[in-house]
Structures are given as structure tokens and as C-alpha cells.
């Protein structure tokens, strides 16, 4: 989609996984998320619409409108290579250059916290 960058991460040793969070947009991206439910639990986190998706490992965030980076997708799931596990992220933003910009930053800081956390 036009006018939308994508990043990906990975957290531990810097592996990166695919820069496709496997839709179009933010948007078409949610839209499937809603249509899983109850497999897919949703919560609202500051400006943040969180999808939790257990079957496949992953945590998906949406920006609500009042966020910067609106319309933004951001996709973690754990993923495991040789014996260790991973977080795996990609990054899907249509807003302001600036507000995108920021986002893998902000994410890999929660993603350290997660790893932290299990130490």
C-alpha cells in the first residue's frame, strides 16, 4: 500500500524475520483479527488497541486515531531457531514520517522488558 513503511527487528542476536505482517494495512489487519474472535482477546492500552492471538504466539498492536502513527500495525510473535526463543517484529505505518520513525525503537524497548522479565 502506498505511503505506508515497514520495519521488522528481531530481538536476541538481532534476528529479522519477514517485514510482511501478512495484510495489506493496518486496517485489513484488525478487521481479520476481530472476525477470530473469541481465539483473538482484545484490550485498550493508553492509545493502543492490543490483539492478543495465543494460537499463534503473537501480540498485535493497532493505533488508535488519536495516536501519531495512526494507522500503524505492529506485529510480535515468539518464535523459536535453534533451541531459543525470539521475538519476531514487524511494523506497518501510514502516519507522519516522524511518528513512524519512532515506533521500532519504542517496541524493541518492550520487547527488552519482556526478555528481562524472564531472566
Not at 10 to 19: F, K, R, V
Not at 65 to 74: D, E, G, I, K, T
Not at 78 to 86: E, L, R
Request: charged share 15%; hydrophobic share 45%; with cysteine.
Amino acid at each position: 500500500m502506498a505511503g505506508f513503511s515497514v520495519w521488522t527487528a528481531g530481538i536476541a542476536q538481532a534476528q529479522t524475520i519477514s517485514s510482511d505482517i501478512g495484510y495489506p494495512s493496518p486496517q485489513a489487519a484488525l478487521k481479520a483479527l476481530y472476525a477470530r474472535r473469541p481465539d483473538v482477546q482484545f484490550s485498550l492500552q493508553n492509545d493502543w488497541i492490543i490483539a492478543a492471538d495465543r494460537v499463534n504466539a503473537t501480540v498485535w498492536s493497532f493505533a488508535e486515531r488519536s495516536n501519531p502513527a495512526f494507522p500503524a500495525a505492529v506485529k510480535r510473535q515468539v518464535v523459536q531457531t535453534g533451541g531459543k526463543f525470539y521475538i519476531a517484529m514487524s511494523i506497518m505505518c501510514g502516519g507522519p514520517q516522524v511518528a513512524c520513525d519512532q515506533l521500532p525503537a519504542e517496541f524493541q524497548a518492550l520487547n527488552q522488558n519482556i526478555g528481562s522479565s524472564g531472566n
